[in-house]
Structure formats: C-alpha cells, structure tokens
C-alpha cells in the first residue's frame, strides 16, 4: 500500500494529480468510479501519484471535501491514505464520509462500523465453495479479516485472534445463510442487526484500544 501521502497536506496532494488524457485511458476503464460516467472534459481524468488510481478531477475534489469541511483522506478504491490530517488531539486521523476512522494509530466506533460492512461486503461476494475452504484455513481467514483494516491501526496479538473469531463467524453464519437459500452464492446482505452484532464484538475487542476521537461520549 502506497505511504507517501502520510506525510504531505491536502493542498500538496491536489498539486500533485496528474492530468490524464481521455484518449489514453484503457476502453475498459472508460468510467470514472466515483460518479460512474463516462469520462468527459467536465469531469477530467487524474491520476493520484502514489497509488495510480484515476478519477474525474472534480468528484474527487468532492471526496476529499474542503479544508473547512474534509470528508476523506483516503483513495476511494484502495483506501490508502493521501494526505495528513491532524487534530487538536491527534498527530494522524483518517477520515471517510466525514467522520473520523482512525485517530493516532487506534480504530475509532465508527471506523469498526465502516470495517465490519468492508468484512460483510468482502465475505457476501464469496461462492459456497470459497466460504467452505476458507472455513478450513485459518491463514485465508486471517487475510480476510487484515485485508480492510488500515495497516496503520494498531491490534495487539491477542486482538487479532479475537477478531479472526469475529470473522470466522461471520463466513460461517453466511455459509449457513447461503445454504438455507439454496444458492451457489448471496448476495443478500448480512441483516442489519447480524452487523450490530459483529459491532459489537468488535468494539468489545477494541474496547481498551478506542479512539476517543469521533466518540460521541
Ligand atoms: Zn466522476
Ligand atoms: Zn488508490
């Protein structure tokens, strides 16, 4: 994962996009995906340096916000972090939509809800046959379970055993899921309230390693 933009501010990184020509972007990547249109001289294609994903100038000006009002920090694809933002409290703090995920090296509540949806999405677009392997492997379940966490968060050992626990919980209450259905795959979402439960855990996991940051306590 690209770290350069750790240590640059949002004015530096939105000097730093590279203007691309419409004309020598790939057919099959001919959508900006953020807005989903086709690319055009309203919404020009830039690239960001570090991470090489590209998207319309003007919807991810929009993505990142203002400096008044910041919305996020990271790549909307690949969730690397593109500039530094600090608080009052805290040297680094990644935000997405508006609201603080990571403050200081420590997950905040909301960053646990936006990982647990990440983990539900992640988990809702395997087959079967994938959920029974990964069932069998702890090392393919604790690849799931980093995969969208930032590397930046800081889990003890004992952490991440019990958020592995979370995971394997949530494949095998899928596969229990997708069973019942009948289905090779679900896409069905995970319910409401079976995420308010992974929160939970979750949060329980966390609980002495919080960001006080974004708390609404
Ligand atoms: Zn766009
Ligand atoms: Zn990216």
Known sequence: ????????SRENFIHSLISVSIDSIPADDSKCSICHEEWSTDDSPVRIPTCRHVFGRDCLLKWIGSTSSLQSNTCPLDRSILFTVTSNRSSLIVIRGGEVIVANNRITREGIRLYVQDLSSNI??????????????????????RRPLLPIVRVSRVGWERIEGVVRRMVSDHRERVEKMKCQQSQEILGESDLVVYVECLLDVFRDDLALEGLDV
């Open 1 to 8: 994962m690209a770290s350069t933009g750790m240590t640059q």
């Open 124 to 145: 809702r677009r395997l087959r079967q046959q994938e959920l029974n392997e990964m069932l069998q492997n702890d090392q393919s379940i604790k690849e799931e379970a």
